[in-house]
């Protein structure tokens, strides 16, 4: 097979891969989903493709910050270009019960953290001890609890 050949097969596995995922993640959590995250794409690459106006709702995408995200509501991303945490009325985030997988805490009312959720802050990871946390393991520690690796 030519190396062009095995290009095109491998873009084509991608696409199909990703389109798959797309179609499962209503049914899943953001364990799962962040497990699979090398098949979403990220989400300048997206927005350069597609405006977010013709994506459905439910679409997901990388912020640049690699945060996995699911649009809520669509928007005109040409007149309004900032990144998903600067939108949180046009996106849900995505958290996972991985350390492995944790990201920097935001504090999001319309993303909270649910129990056995997992975020890093000053260089430590942290689990959710409680549903619907919006508060750092700074600000509120007693709704954290540290993850000793």
């Known amino acids: 097979m030519s190396n062009e050949l095995y290009l095109t097969a491998m873009r084509e596995k991608g696409l199909a891969d990703a389109a798959d995922l797309q179609g499962r993640a209503a049914t899943m959590d953001g364990t799962a989903i962040y497990a699979?995250?090398?098949k979403i794409p990220d989400f300048a690459a997206a927005k350069a493709v597609k405006n977010m106006l013709e994506r459905p709702?439910?679409?997901l995408c990388r912020s640049t910050a690699g945060r996995?995200?699911?649009?809520?509501?669509?928007?005109?991303?040409?007149?309004?270009t900032q990144e998903p945490e600067d939108m949180p009325a046009q996106w849900g985030f995505y958290w996972s019960k991985?350390?492995?997988?944790?990201?920097?805490?935001?504090?999001?009312?319309?993303s909270p953290y649910m129990k056995g959720d997992?975020?890093?802050?000053?260089?430590?990871?942290?689990?959710?001890?409680?549903?619907?946390?919006?508060?750092?393991?700074s600000a509120y520690p007693q709704g954290w609890e540290e993850v000793l690796a």
């Open 36 to 38: 699979e995250e090398g």
């Open 57 to 59: 709702v439910g679409f």
């Open 68 to 80: 996995v995200v699911k649009l809520l509501q669509v928007y005109d991303s040409e007149t309004y």
């Open 98 to 110: 991985d350390p492995a997988k944790a990201l920097p805490f935001i504090e999001l009312a319309t």
């Open 118 to 137: 997992c975020c890093t802050e000053s260089g430590k990871t942290w689990r959710s001890t409680i549903d619907t946390n919006t508060w750092s393991p």
